[in-house]
């Protein structure tokens, strides 16, 4: 098939070249031209594991192309997919300007007699899909076209997770199609054919419940961090380990074993924001979403949770400490540091008056762009611990679970640790003469 995917930031450009993995013939549109410069030229501009070994054998094989002109990549495609922004706007709702746009630009360049199936990638809200077809219908209007039978809307939100996206996109858990449009649906199931061959359901549904389903999916996860975070607060209190304690309930069928563990708080470019969006569309339908608001605040509140501790160690004074900090993606295997707590860190330490040098194996540009010279930066995590008071842990990258505790010691001036992520176990790290603190564990 012929698709052009529209945005090429991480699931534009994760899910364009797995299309064309599958053989399909893919135009990526972006309005970036530096970015687009980058990518034809075989330059990947973000990290994810195992996407530039396709991405480079797709590009040679001109499976996959890219370009900033849209009327030439929609020109003759049979799907337009829409991976654009939909970040919060000044309420917390997603502002729907970038999908709204791209809308407008198309209904002045279909034709009424060829069909296209859109499809909604983005995370949107609720009614999203009609504003789109209307969008498109309008703008066809203004210059006397009619385009009422030349496309459907189709959401098709994307459960991608960075840092394991290509194997996300491969091989989801669920394909969601969401439309009325019988010649859509075939579209669409054709196309995810290849994606589902080992029995993962494609579930159709109505667009409004699809559109639903991503914000509903990501409020859950969001809910269980921030349910385990306040467990791990109690355990904090009355003296129980809440590693224990996740183990003894997610034993349990019912619960699960994943996204239960404790730290300083989620982050990313989809959790925050999509909490706020899903509370904000309750409001406006009259609905007071009572747990989600709680969920956010619980998040925002645990970002700074080592803070005290730090405080309370260097007896509420850390102006001239120095601070080694290993992390600063919002989660490892990704450069993404939107709101990664990482960076709350960063804020409250240096307002204190603390300096800090930090290390990430692959988020550092991007902090750089963000934070200038307001902390310095390591060429490994080791180099991080030079004249540092303490190691503070933000993310856990695999490659710290398993240092060479011979190397910190020597380099450390206190034998301090604070674990946002609890990537040691206290047993360890106690034996071996340390001062650590984590999350829920004495
Ligand atoms: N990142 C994730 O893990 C993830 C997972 C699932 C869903 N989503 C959702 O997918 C959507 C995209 O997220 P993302 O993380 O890929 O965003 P992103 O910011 O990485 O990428 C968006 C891209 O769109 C481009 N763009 C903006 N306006 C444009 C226009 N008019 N024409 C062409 N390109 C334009 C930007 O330059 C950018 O490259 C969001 O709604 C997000 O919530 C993200």
Redesign the pocket.
């Known amino acids: 098939m012929k698709i052009t995917v529209?945005?090429?930031?991480?699931?534009?450009?994760?899910s364009g070249t797995c299309f064309a993995e599958t053989g399909n013939s893919v135009t990526c549109?972006?309005?970036?031209k530096n970015?687009i410069e980058k990518l034809s030229s075989g330059a990947i501009?973000?990290y994810e594991p195992g996407l530039e070994k396709i991405f480079l054998r797709n590009l040679k094989e001109r499976r996959l192309n890219f370009t900033?002109n849209?009327a030439e990549a929609v020109k003759d495609a049979q799907i337009i997919f829409l991976?654009?922004?939909?970040?919060p706007g000044e309420d917390g709702s997603?502002d729907l300007k970038?999908?709204l746009?791209?809308a407008k630009?198309l209904g002045k360049i279909l034709q009424p007699t060829e069909y296209k199936v859109i499809v909604d990638?983005?995370?949107?809200p609720v009614g999203t899909a009609e504003k789109v077809k209307n969008a498109v219908l309008q703008s066809g209007k203004e210059i006397n076209v009619d385009l009422s039978k030349a496309f459907s809307v189709v959401s098709n939100?994307?459960?991608?997770?960075?840092g394991v996206?290509v194997d996300d996109f491969m091989k989801p858990d669920r394909v969601v199609i969401g439309t009325d449009s019988e010649k859509a649906k075939k579209i669409m199931g054709d196309l995810y054919a290849p994606f589902v061959r080992q029995g993962n359901p494609v579930i159709y549904m109505d667009e409004k419940s699809a559109e639903l389903t991503?914000y509903a999916a990501?409020s859950f996860l969001a809910t269980k961090i921030s349910f385990m975070n306040e467990i791990a607060q109690l355990c904090e209190k009355l003296g129980a380990d809440v590693d224990l304690v996740r183990k003894g309930v997610g034993s349990d069928e019912r619960i699960g074993k994943r996204f239960l563990f404790p730290g300083i708080g989620y982050g990313?470019?989809?959790f925050p924001?999509?909490v706020q969006a899903l509370v904000k569309s309750a409001e406006e339908a009259n609905y007071d979403f009572k747990i989600l608001k709680a969920v956010e605040d619980v998040n925002e509140k645990q970002k700074l949770h080592l803070m005290p501790k730090i405080e309370k160690y260097f007896k509420n004074n850390l102006q001239g400490k120095h601070f080694a900090l290993w992390g600063l993606a919002f989660k490892p295997n990704t450069d993404?540091i939107?709101e990664a707590p990482a960076l709350y860190m960063i804020d409250a330490l240096t307002a204190a008056g603390a300096t800090i040098t930090a290390y990430d194996p692959e988020a550092m540009p991007n902090v750089k762009k963000i934070v200038g010279d307001k902390i310095s930066f390591a060429n490994n995590e080791y180099e991080a611990l030079n004249n540092a008071d303490a190691l503070i842990i933000a993310t856990e990258w695999s490659e710290f679970r398993t240092p060479d505790f011979e190397i910190i010691n020597n380099k450390l001036k206190n034998k301090v640790i604070f674990d946002g992520r609890n990537v040691f176990e206290v047993k360890q790290i106690k034996d071996l003469g340390y001062h650590y603190e984590s999350i829920g564990r004495a």
């Open positions: 529209v945005g090429t930031g991480y699931v534009g450009l994760v549109v972006d309005i970036d970015k501009t973000i900033t849209l991976a654009l922004p939909t970040p997603a970038y999908v746009g791209v630009d990638k983005s995370t949107v939100p994307e459960f991608l997770r960075e996206a991503k990501n990313g470019s989809c924001k999509d993404d939107r």
